[in-house]
């Protein structure tokens, strides 16, 4: 675990903030050379060019503190104040705890004293699980999104219910599976009778327009907004920037790279907001998208070149012909997955360097993050703003000899999720949480934290409840809260038949221990076949629409997916089989449904 102090010292932003208008630290980290100190010079180069654009900032210049009281936010200890409004708390509480309801109570109080939150999300794009030193990953450098995990909860199996970018984000906008909002093409919706049904979702009722008309926020969007359909301007925003598919553009006389027009963005969304009202701001990065049809796929900026040239990215076990084998056989070469796999991995030269590439995206965008960051913390609002990273799916890299997303595999539909919220009680700070949160759940996540309920439409429920403990999964009386309320009116489904209630998709007092994956088919199914499955914690069931192709894994004994239980003798497997496959089509009924339902 990195400690404030290392976190301080691996910071490139941090090193950044350094370098004016005092030069001793930097200088002192620079003349060591050391890897950090190198991307603090990109992230200068970065932060200047930034100045220069942001005419609206002012001449307090944010980026120059040079004494942060702790890295994101309140670092405990290091802040005089802060340490003893928190015993003064602690005493507080002390005394509440005494009776449950009392201390929720007080919780209550709280929030009521803060006002509304403001709430930030960083959604990245292409962006798996493992892409986090935090993760676990020994070669990707992401000091800034680590911290931010050691201040708020990394959830460690969070997972999209569609692995696609545009159905990922409808889904992110509207609370709602494919199988509702029917978003199923880049553009154009889905086709019914004939007729193109663009993006079907009312457009007073993404979180978006939401927040904007029933809750007053300020809201901006910096960054690729992902469907290639208009949302309504007025409705939906006060500022909206949409950037998409490239790394490099000229613009003016400046040639851009995305994460550097990302972060202009947001930073002056940030500084010209109306600041008598809270806000709510997507940076969606482009990045570690590829450039589609680009060969080179991933460009970094060149200041970042000199990251990870030393180092060897280990190959994941699963990246070998047999792996690629064993996957069904309607998966071909003309399988968009196998091609892009050609583009990105087919040699190991080729392996070493598209990932080096993608993991300098990767730190660019985490450098970004921090900038960000410390402009609320410098403006003394961090402490009151709610911050979530994730992203929009996972990727392959090279597993099963495929690359990019779609399919219901782990690393395709398993990406980061950090949340740092100032509700958070004091034991869940830095901890992990391995429960199935899902991209739907993001919606009513958000309205909740401003104060709004999800629309009886939508589908996925308030994660605050996973780390508040007066609220929700850790309080008798979460129910009837204010803040707790995101499932009311909806229902929650009777548990599977098999398991004897230990899978289901949630019940009031339980967080959900399976759901439901959906990917339509793209062009043909040779291209990229539609996808379905029944996703648990030991087993996962696949199901191929257009070849009506069954699949069953033992993820527990067998995380690389590589033995195909179908046709085993095993009677444990077989009852398994039956028993997912019936519970995965009362699961996809119940999807395609229009009942208020969580799922
Ligand atoms: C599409 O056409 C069929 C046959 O005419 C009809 O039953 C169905 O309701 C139509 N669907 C929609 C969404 O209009
Ligand atoms: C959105 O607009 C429609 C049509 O005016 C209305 O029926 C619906 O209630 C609105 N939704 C919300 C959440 O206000
Ligand atoms: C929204 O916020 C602004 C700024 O605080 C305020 O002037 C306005 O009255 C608010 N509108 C509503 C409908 O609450
Ligand atoms: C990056 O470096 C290459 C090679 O030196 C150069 O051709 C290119 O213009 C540089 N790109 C930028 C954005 O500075
Ligand atoms: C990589 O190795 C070369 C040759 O030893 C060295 O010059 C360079 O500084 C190293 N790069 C990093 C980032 O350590
Ligand atoms: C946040 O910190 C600022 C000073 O940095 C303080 O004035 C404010 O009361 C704090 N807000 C909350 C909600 O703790
Ligand atoms: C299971 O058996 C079916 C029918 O014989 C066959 O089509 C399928 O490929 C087999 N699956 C595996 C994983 O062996």
């Not at 049904?197 to 927040?211: A, D, G």
């Not at 012909?321 to 990105?344: H, I, L, Q, V």
């Not at 779609?406 to 980061?416: A, C, L």
């Amino acid at each position: 675990m990195l400690n404030a102090k290392s976190i301080y010292s691996l910071s490139p932003t941090f090193m950044a903030l350094q370098l004016s208008p005092k030069r001793g630290l930097a200088s002192k980290i620079m003349s060591t050379a050391s890897l950090p100190s190198k991307l603090a010079l990109g992230l200068l180069v970065l932060s200047a060019i930034l100045m220069a654009m942001l005419y609206t900032i002012h001449k307090s210049a944010s980026f120059q503190t040079n004494v942060p009281s702790g890295w994101i936010m309140d670092t405990p200890g290091a802040n005089e104040a802060w340490k003893r409004k928190n015993e003064r708390e602690q005493h507080r509480r002390e005394m509440l705890e005494t009776e449950q309801s009392t201390a929720a109570e007080a919780d209550l109080e709280e929030e009521e004293e803060r006002g509304p939150m403001n709430i930030i999300l960083f959604y990245a794009d292409d962006w798996r699980h493992d892409t986090l030193g935090a993760a676990g990953n020994p070669i990707v450098k992401t000091p800034v999104l680590d911290a931010l995990a050691q201040e708020g909860v990394r959830f460690t199996q969070n997972c999209v219910t569609t692995s696609i970018c545009w159905i990922s984000r409808a889904t992110l906008y509207s609370g709602q599976y494919l199988a509702r909002h029917h978003f199923e093409m880049l553009g154009r919706g889905r086709t019914v009778n004939g007729t193109q049904m663009y993006f079907e979702v009312p457009q007073n009722e993404t979180i978006y327009s939401l927040l904007k008309q029933k809750a007053n926020y300020s809201v901006g969007h910096a960054g690729k907004l992902g469907l290639w359909v208009e949302l309504d301007r007025d409705l939906n925003f006060d500022f909206m920037v949409d950037e998409d598919g490239w790394h490099y553009r000229k613009m003016g006389n400046k040639l851009w790279h995305i994460t550097e027009k990302n972060t202009a963005d947001a930073l002056r969304f940030l500084t010209t907001r109306d600041k008598s009202k809270p806000f709510f701001l997507n940076v969606a990065y482009f990045a570690t998208h590829a450039v589609d049809g680009d060969k080179r796929q991933y460009l970094p900026q060149n200041e970042s070149l000199w990251m990870y040239e030393n180092d060897t990215i280990p190959i994941p076990v699963t990246a070998t012909e047999e792996a690629w084998k064993k996957m069904p056989n309607f998966f071909g070469d003309n399988n968009e997955g196998r091609t892009r796999w050609r583009w990105r991995f087919d040699t190991p030269e080729k392996h070493q360097s598209m990932m080096k590439n993608y993991y300098r995206m990767a730190t660019e965008v985490d450098t970004s993050v921090g900038v960000l960051l410390d402009v609320l913390r410098n403006e003394g609002i961090l402490n009151n703003t709610l911050v979530i990273f994730t992203t929009d799916n996972g990727n392959f890299h090279a597993e099963h000899g495929l690359a990019d997303k779609w399919y219901p595999h782990q690393e395709s539909i398993r990406v980061p999720l950090i949340i740092k919220d100032p509700r958070m009680s004091r034991e869940f700070i830095g901890t992990t949480n391995d429960q199935f949160t899902l991209n739907i759940d993001l919606a009513a996540t958000i309205l909740s934290a401003a104060g709004l309920e999800p629309l009886p439409s939508m589908m996925g429920r308030d994660m605050s409840v996973l780390y508040r403990k007066n609220f929700g999964m850790h309080g008798a009386t979460a129910q009837s809260r204010r803040t707790s309320h995101s499932t009311a009116g909806r229902q929650f489904l009777d548990p599977a038949s098999d398991g004897e209630g230990k899978y289901h998709s949630g019940t009031e007092t339980k967080w959900r221990t399976e759901f439901f994956y959906e990917h339509p088919m793209h062009s043909n199914p040779s291209y990229i076949p539609a996808s379905e499955a029944l996703v648990r914690k030991d087993y996962k069931y696949f199901y191929w629409p257009n070849f009506k192709y069954e699949q069953l894994f033992d993820i527990k004994n067998d995380p690389g997916e590589l033995n195909d239980l179908f046709n085993s003798t095993n009677p444990v497997h077989k009852a398994k089989l039956e028993d997912m496959r019936k519970r995965f089509l009362e699961l996809k009924m119940l999807a395609h449904s229009d009942l208020s339902i969580v799922l």
